[in-house]
């Protein structure tokens, strides 16, 4: 049978099908703009018109300690309107009198004027169920008010209002954890007592009674400012820690000081930022200072023009509580227009955000730990469409704050007025969930639990390294002369599991191993040197990577040959040709001074040590604790420590010298450090970055970094502060150049107490930008932690090893036993720039061996903490804002393109 095929001939087909294809165009493209705008402004939820009235302005909320919220506006009727949430459901508008909205305290006002209205600064926290309110009446004098806030709509549940200053143009009050009140404002008026200027007072009570005003700083430039000009802010993150800021308008300055003993006594005030000379004449001057926290970070955000722009947001940030700051830099440089206005708020997880409006939209940021992340334009918080009225309505006045806690899901709540000219409240909203996904997906880099890995060895001095591979060794010693079993130990972790432990090199027989150093070459070998207690000499061995683990597979250990058999801290490093350096002191009697050796014949034999440095000819008492460091570009980099005395273990201060020839000349001494320090390390961080790190008499974690490989250094800066507890820090770098500093130490407060004793916390930070950038901590459930080291592999982990005492209850011996906990992390692509040729300015100094007097000291070694790493960088996923509208547009152009191909074919077939 024959197959028939009808074909239907349509006058009009043609056009006909031209208009089909046009509107499935249409159609198809808006699906992608929708599904475009949709991903944009991020899932936010309908818009809720609360006031339903008209004629409203000025809306102010506040969320009270049981999550419920309170929010009061003014009316065009002459009052103030309230309304609350709960469940999800807003209240009816009331008006209300309220202790800032009332005639009671107006005895001058008639009968036919209106009721003046004053804005308040609400604010809640602490333990008490209380809501404060703040605020300056027409002739600017500073009152204060509480209530329950079952109580907010009733003007008898507040309490008598009561004077705090005789002026003010601009306050701020926080609630600290304790529920003790803190209050910063600035006065605008002189007399004899109080001059114009910023202060602060304090309430224990609730509000009951205050402190005796106490001046902050004091300028008569604050006589003529303007209400519009004045800024300040105050935060108290822990009990004790009072943190202000404040705008200095007449003078383009910003300001800080703070209090660490709840406000008793204030620091001296810094300024923050200023004016440049290099600024642009049309700049913005600093203005509009913030402050927040998050995870202990201190954050202090402004708006200001330099760099040779108009305007910009600059931060700084403190992780000592404003101790010490870092240096400043701008961010939310992707949002196209300037900046007039910047909202920090912290989640329930205490992650903190930063909202930022423009003139024409509004954008959302978020603190990931590292970074301020990519800005996100939130146009549903800038217009909408009136689901009654079908008109759009601009938004203005934005006020935003998160409900809920860690154990629930929670939203982030944004109340706006309408500034059309109908002038309604309007409320929007967003889940957490949705709203970390699309503002911080991958919000933290998680660090593993921390196992027992070696429960049954005293550790000493642990180093762990990484191979190209990807596995990572870990080695430890144990300095008992005498003891069959002195030696250095060693397991290995090949991604899952670490090894049995074993000993790979023993001491001498009647020596046990005080110091030493093992260094993995980069290539396919492990590197060994230590130091034998008696009678002070250094031996050297290698092994392939592949054969550590057996002590058969070591390579016979090998003499270095020494001047003085006093010879302490050896410190291994080989360069890129193969070339093995060995640095070491010898710290006392008439050759003291800090050596380097070198072998080009892998470790078979080594040249005759040259003093590079002569501490008999200096007049140093005692020297020690070199380390080395050679640069891809061969130059070599030597660090030492001077004493004071063989039986004080805290230097006087650490010195540096370079040779860029291979060690036949070096540079003049660099004093690095002139204080007291304990555990130091230096590294090279690429492109010419040399970085040394060090910690102080009081256990803060300090950093300095030469941009010129050792030609200059820039000024120290203090990484953490003196509160981080007591405990070792580690210094690693990975694959490209970027560093890694940690941490540990005992954690404070009431939470740190754990079943096991004093919690502790490995704190981390990454080299970005210039800059120390914190990332998440590791928690520890023991503070006393003695040994750290850390590592990244190949395979893009962060890895560390910590030691912790543990006393057997029923032999009172102790022994230390090793965790160990790794992390994640991304890792960046690297394209290497070319460098240009760099000149020292320095002059070199010939190395002379002089002949000095012999001095009767004795020889005494001191043992060293050597952390050493290699592996691959971390960088976090900044996000793409264009993400989701090529989510939605390609697909969409897909179609076109099909349906577009079908047409065509039909119409060919038509006109046959």
């Given at each position: 049978m024959r197959t028939r095929i009808a074909i239907i001939n349509l006058p009009?087909?043609?056009?006909?099908?031209?208009?089909?294809?046009?509107?499935?165009?249409?159609?198809?493209?808006?699906?992608?703009?929708?599904?475009?705008?949709?991903?944009?402004?991020?899932?936010?939820?309908?818009?809720?018109?609360?006031?339903?009235?008209?004629?409203?302005?000025?809306?102010?909320?506040?969320?009270?300690?049981?999550?419920?919220?309170?929010?009061?506006?003014?009316?065009?009727?002459?009052?103030?309107?309230?309304?609350?949430?709960?469940?999800?459901?807003?209240?009816?508008?009331?008006?209300?009198?309220?202790?800032?909205?009332?005639?009671?305290?107006?005895?001058?006002?008639?009968?036919?004027?209106?009721?003046?209205?004053?804005?308040?600064?609400?604010?809640?926290?602490?333990?008490?169920?209380?809501?404060?309110?703040?605020?300056?009446?027409?002739?600017?004098?500073?009152?204060?008010?509480?209530?329950?806030?079952?109580?907010?709509?009733?003007?008898?549940?507040?309490?008598?209002?009561?004077?705090?200053?005789?002026?003010?143009?601009?306050?701020?009050?926080?609630?600290?954890?304790?529920?003790?009140?803190?209050?910063?404002?600035?006065?605008?008026?002189?007399?004899?007592?109080?001059?114009?200027?910023?202060?602060?007072?304090?309430?224990?009570?609730?509000?009951?009674?205050?402190?005796?005003?106490?001046?902050?700083?004091?300028?008569?430039?604050?006589?003529?400012?303007?209400?519009?000009?004045?800024?300040?802010?105050?935060?108290?993150?822990?009990?004790?820690?009072?943190?202000?800021?404040?705008?200095?308008?007449?003078?383009?300055?910003?300001?800080?000081?703070?209090?660490?003993?709840g406000g008793l006594n204030w620091d001296e005030a810094t300024i923050i930022d200023r004016r440049e000379a290099t600024d642009r004449f049309d700049a913005?001057?600093?203005?509009?200072?913030?402050?927040?926290?998050?995870?202990?970070?201190?954050?202090?955000?402004?708006?200001?023009?330099?760099?040779?722009?108009?305007?910009?947001?600059?931060?700084?940030?403190?992780?000592?509580?404003?101790?010490?700051?870092?240096?400043?830099?701008?961010?939310?440089?992707?949002?196209?227009?300037?900046?007039?206005?910047?909202?920090?708020?912290?989640?329930?997880?205490?992650?903190?955000?930063?909202?930022?409006?423009?003139?024409?939209?509004?954008?959302?940021?978020?603190?990931?730990?590292?970074?301020?992340?990519?800005?996100?334009?939130?146009?549903?918080?800038?217009?909408l469409i009136d689901p009654e009225t079908f008109r759009p309505v601009a938004l203005g006045c934005l006020q935003a704050h998160f409900s809920g806690n860690e154990d629930s899901l929670g939203s982030l709540s944004v109340i706006s007025c309408d500034k059309s000219g109908k002038g309604d409240i309007w409320h929007r909203s967003q889940d957490t969930a949705s709203l970390s996904e699309s503002i911080a997906p991958s919000l933290t880099l998680v660090w593993q639990p921390a196992e027992n890995i070696l429960d049954d060895q005293d550790l000493t001095y642990p180093i762990i390294l990484s191979d190209n591979d990807g596995q990572l060794h870990a080695f430890w010693s144990?300095?008992?002369?005498?003891?069959?079993?002195?030696?250095?130990?060693?397991?290995?972790?090949?991604?899952?599991?670490?090894a049995l432990p074993r000993i790979i090199l023993r001491s001498s027989a009647d020596s046990g191993i005080s110091q030493y150093s093992i260094v993995y070459d980069g290539a396919d070998k492990i590197l060994a040197a230590w130091n034998e207690s008696v009678p002070g000499s250094i031996s050297f061995s290698q092994s392939r990577t592949s054969g550590v683990g057996s002590a058969a597979e070591w390579s016979t250990p090998v003499q270095i040959p020494l001047k003085w058999p006093a010879a302490s801290s050896p410190a291994l490093v080989s360069d890129r040709n193969g070339v093995i350096y060995l640095t070491y002191s010898i710290p006392l009697n008439e050759d003291r001074g800090i050596y380097l050796t070198t072998s080009t014949d892998g470790g078979e034999s080594w040249s005759e040590g040259q003093r590079v440095f002569d501490a008999v000819e200096a007049g140093w008492a005692m020297v020690d604790q070199p380390q080395i460091v050679v640069s891809p570009d061969g130059v070599i980099h030597l660090s030492w420590k001077r004493f004071s005395s063989p039986l004080n273990p805290i230097s006087e201060s650490v010195h540096y010298v370079r040779s860029s020839d291979g060690g036949a000349t070096w540079s003049e001494p660099v004093t690095l450090v002139n204080s007291p320090t304990g555990w130091q390390q230096m590294n090279y961080g690429g492109d010419r970055l040399l970085h040394f790190s060090w910690l102080d008499d009081v256990q803060a974690l300090w950093h300095k970094v030469s941009n010129d490989n050792g030609i200059s250094w820039e000024q120290s800066q203090r990484v953490s502060g003196v509160n981080d507890g007591v405990g070792p820090a580690a210094f690693t770098i990975d694959g490209a150049g970027r560093l890694h500093l940690l941490k540990a130490g005992a954690e404070t407060g009431a939470e740190s107490q754990s079943s096991e004793g004093d919690r502790g916390s490995l704190k981390h930070w990454i080299w970005i930008d210039k800059r120390w950038s914190p990332a998440e901590p590791l928690a520890l459930q023991n503070s006393n932690i003695l040994g750290l080291t850390a590592a990244t592999t190949t395979g893009g982990k962060l890895a560390v090893l910590y030691t912790v005492p543990i006393v057997d209850p029923e032999t009172g011996v102790g022994e230390n036993s090793a965790y160990f906990s790794s992390r994640e992390l991304e890792i960046p692509v690297v394209t290497p720039t070319p460098l240009p040729v760099l000149t020292p300015t320095a002059l070199p100094l010939a190395t002379s061996t002089p002949t000095p007097t012999p001095l009767p000291t004795p020889t005494i070694s001191f043992p060293t903490d050597i952390d050493d790493g290699e592996g691959l960088p971390l960088s976090l996923d900044t996000g793409n804002p264009l993400a989701g509208p090529l989510l939605g547009i390609i697909p969409a152009g897909l179609l076109v393109i099909v349906v577009f191909f079908i047409g065509v074919r039909f119409l060919r077939g038509d006109k046959r």
């Open positions: 009009f087909s043609r056009s006909f099908l031209s208009i089909i294809l046009f509107v499935l165009l249409l159609v198809v493209l808006g699906m992608g703009i929708e599904a475009a705008a949709q991903s944009k402004n991020e899932m936010w939820s309908e818009p809720l018109n609360i006031s339903r009235s008209g004629g409203t302005s000025e809306p102010i909320r506040i969320v009270d300690t049981a999550g419920q919220t309170h929010l009061i506006w003014r009316d065009v009727t002459g009052s103030f309107y309230y309304s609350y949430e709960e469940s999800g459901q807003w209240s009816l508008p009331i008006a209300v009198e309220l202790p800032f909205g009332t005639r009671f305290y107006e005895a001058e006002i008639r009968d036919n004027q209106a009721t003046p209205l004053y804005s308040p600064q609400l604010r809640t926290g602490g333990t008490e169920d209380f809501i404060h309110a703040v605020w300056t009446d027409n002739e600017e004098a500073l009152y204060h008010s509480w209530v329950r806030p079952g109580g907010f709509s009733s003007f008898t549940d507040w309490s008598v209002r009561q004077r705090l200053a005789e002026a003010a143009l601009a306050m701020d009050l926080t609630v600290d954890n304790d529920g003790k009140l803190h209050l910063v404002y600035i006065r605008p008026i002189d007399s004899e007592l109080f001059p114009a200027g910023v202060y602060y007072r304090s309430s224990q009570d609730g509000g009951l009674s205050w402190t005796s005003p106490v001046i902050l700083s004091e300028s008569a430039y604050f006589r003529s400012l303007s209400a519009e000009d004045a800024n300040l802010a105050i935060l108290s993150p822990k009990p004790d820690e009072v943190l202000v800021t404040w705008d200095h308008s007449p003078l383009e300055h910003l300001y800080f000081t703070r209090s660490n003993d913005l001057g600093p203005e509009g200072i913030s402050i927040g926290a998050s995870a202990g970070m201190i954050h202090l955000i402004w708006r200001a023009g330099h760099d040779s722009q108009e305007c910009g947001v600059y931060t700084q940030l403190s992780a000592d509580g404003g101790l010490s700051w870092l240096p400043k830099y701008q961010i939310l440089d992707g949002i196209p227009n300037c900046v007039n206005d910047i909202l920090l708020l912290n989640d329930p997880d205490d992650s903190l955000y930063l909202l930022a409006a423009t003139e024409e939209s509004v954008y959302m940021s978020v603190w990931d730990g590292l970074s301020w992340r990519t800005p996100l334009e939130q146009s549903q918080l800038t217009t144990d300095f008992m002369a005498g003891d069959d079993n002195a030696g250095i130990s060693y397991s290995r972790w090949d991604g899952n599991s670490w």
